[in-house]
T-cell receptor, first 111, second 114 residues
């Protein structure tokens, strides 16, 4: 999962397994959250979002869970594929539609 | 599919020189952001525009950085003079409106200051 600091957390999973990436956000007033995927040398790519009035949202192979009590987000990727290898960021939005990013988690999928 | 366009993709410059980055947001997106991303870290907001107006530039080092969006469409971020510590990826993003709307990122400009 994510943590504050200079070292990028890493997660390695076998192809076909499910992945869970965690994120602790900072501001209890945050009301909108996005998960981004970033491949090496590219800009972040939108994966899925969730608003604070929800605790779960599902997309294609991805599910985001939000626990406002402990300020925690998770991203679940079902049947992880080699193309899912990337760095994953959660971003929180609490003022003026400004997005604040965590450190990120590096996901490696082992074929 | 509409994309945020950025140029150049890569830029190498000597310290103390001036450098500029350009961003064209997705058509119709009123909000434009410039972020800086140091290797191994998450993007950090430098400046946010709503149309042609600056909404927030509190994290922009104004002694050397400037940003403009004169006609409320494309935007330029400038650094003068560049310092070694400015080496990073500079990302532009745009969103449709202000409140709780996803931001879409461009591919970024990788700046190396030597």
């Amino acid at each position: 999962g994510e943590s504050v600091g200079l070292h990028l957390p890493t997660l390695s999973v076998q192809e076909g397994d499910n992945s869970i990436i965690n994120c602790a956000y900072s501001n209890s007033a945050s009301d909108y959250f996005i998960w981004y995927k970033q491949e090496s040398g590219k800009g972040p790519q939108f994966i899925i979002d969730i608003r604070s009035n929800m605790d779960k949202r599902q997309g294609q192979r991805v599910t985001v869970l939000l626990n406002k009590t402990v300020k925690h987000l998770s991203l679940q990727i079902a049947a992880t594929q080699p193309g899912d290898s990337a760095v994953y960021f959660c971003a929180e939005n609490f003022t003026g539609n400004q997005f604040y990013f965590g450190t990120g988690t590096s996901l490696t999928v082992i074929p | 599919e509409a994309e945020v366009a950025q140029s150049p993709r890569y830029k190498i410059t000597e310290k103390s020189q001036a450098v500029a980055f350009w961003c064209d947001p997705i058509s119709g997106h009123a909000t434009l952001y410039w972020y800086r991303q140091i290797l191994g870290q998450g993007p950090e907001l430098l400046v946010q525009f709503q149309d042609e107006s600056v909404v927030d530039d509190s994290q922009l080092p104004k002694d050397r950085f400037s940003a403009e969006r004169l006609k409320g469409v494309d935007s330029t971020l400038k650094i003068q003079p560049a310092e070694l510590g400015d080496s990073a990826m500079y990302l532009c993003a745009s969103s449709l409106r202000t409140a709780n709307t996803e931001a879409f990122f461009g591919q970024g400009t990788r700046l190396t200051v030597v």
